[in-house]
């Protein structure tokens, strides 16, 4: 009788192990965030934000999201090939705008994200101050 348990206890073991290590393969490699973001306004179009962020191994590119002082949530701008670690984003309206970045893979019909960067907001359009 206790080999019986033994033996049904390891086979038990066994095919829970099985179990967890195919449940764990089905949730992919995760991306590191491609953190830190920074942004600037351009200095000869003030239209236009500069964004910034560290290249991360591994992905497939990046996307690049925006919120403008009047919306209530991001929206993407723009899907940049891999590799790619900057990003100029012509706005149309003098306001501050809300920006965050994430990696994206794509495997096969499946795509993986990382999260996302720190936020960076930027106010366009506007001079700098002067001193007086």
């Known amino acids: 009788m206790t080999a019986k348990k033994s033996t049904l206890s390891l086979i038990l073991s066994v095919a829970v192990g099985l179990a967890l290590l195919s449940h764990n393969g089905l949730a992919g490699p995760a991306l590191q965030s491609p953190t830190p973001l920074n942004a600037t306004i351009d200095t000869t179009n003030r239209m236009v934000a500069r964004l ?10 990046y996307l690049v999201e925006r919120k403008s002082a009047t919306s209530a949530s991001f929206s ?26 994430r990696a994206y893979k794509a495997m096969g019909a499946k795509t993986i994200y990382s999260s996302y960067t720190n936020i960076v907001a930027v106010v366009t359009g506007e001079l700098p101050p002067t001193s007086s």
């Open 52 to 61: 910034s962020w560290a290249n991360i191994s591994g992905e497939t590119g």
């Open 76 to 101: 993407e701008v723009a899907k940049l090939g891999p590799n790619v670690r900057a990003y100029g984003d012509i706005t149309t309206t003098s306001q501050s705008y809300t920006y965050r970045v």
